[in-house]
């Protein structure tokens, strides 16, 4: 879902920066000046998809039986996807801030669909009306309940290894839990930065774009 959003808003990007009448997306064609609404209501659904899937995680976190809670765990851990924001490479700080590159990637994602968004926003044909609004602003509600949705998860994971290490002398699962309160601040830190660079990035490319239309007018 993450990576069909990244693609869908680079070929938008593209397409608006090449001032290509048309846009087409897994072989499915439209004209640039009416694609907003479907472009929205689809990164709206996918952004909400995905808030959906983190909630389901912390649900499984809290629900695992304890024998199943260290394996669930270790799951969350060491899965390979790119933009996990639960990767634990180790107590020392710098592996810490390599673990939280996940947070900040998923964070450049939604800016990027936000800027194929304004980009569309743009071109439409027709003057935008409440729901062309109501769906941008639920774009944006989206992501936050994204982020909340993660920030759930890693909650849980640490109330999981809490409960473990209460029941357990190992002094490793203690370790783990004090790392994952430091990766917590240190994930919203990079979360915070990945957004202001976004931002930057976004107003970068629209006005871009503007100049870009009003040479070729010229």
């Known amino acids: 879902m993450v990576n069909a959003i990244i693609l869908a808003s680079v070929v938008i990007i593209l397409a608006d ?79 810490t801030l390599h673990a939280s590159f996940g947070m900040g990637f998923l964070t450049l994602t939604w800016w990027l669909g936000l800027t ?33 949705a993660i920030l759930n998860v890693g909650r849980a994971m640490g109330a999981r290894l809490g409960e473990l290490a209460k029941s357990s002398d190992d002094a490793y699962l203690k370790k783990i839990r004090q790392t994952l309160k430091r990766a917590v601040a240190i994930r919203c830190t990079v979360a915070f930065i ?8 976004s107003d970068e490319v629209c006005r871009t774009l503007e100049r870009m239309v009003c040479l070729s007018g010229a």
Do not use: C
């Open 194 to 201: 990945s957004t202001a660079f976004g931002y930057w990035f």
């Open 17 to 95: 920066a090449a001032a290509e009448n048309d846009v087409s997306f897994l072989s499915l064609k439209m004209e640039t000046s009416g694609a907003y609404g479907v472009a929205a209501w689809a990164l709206f659904l996918g952004t909400l998809m995905i808030a959906q899937l983190f909630a389901r995680l912390a649900d499984i976190v809290a629900l695992a039986d304890t024998p199943e809670a260290p394996d669930v765990l270790a799951t969350l851990f060491n899965h390979h996807w790119f933009s996990n924001p639960f990767s634990y490479f180790g107590s020392h700080p710098v592996a």
């Open 116 to 148: 194929a968004l304004a980009q569309l926003w743009g071109r439409m044909s027709m003057p935008a009306d409440s729901w062309d609004r109501g769906v941008w602003y639920a774009y944006v509600v989206a992501g936050f309940l994204a982020l909340a």
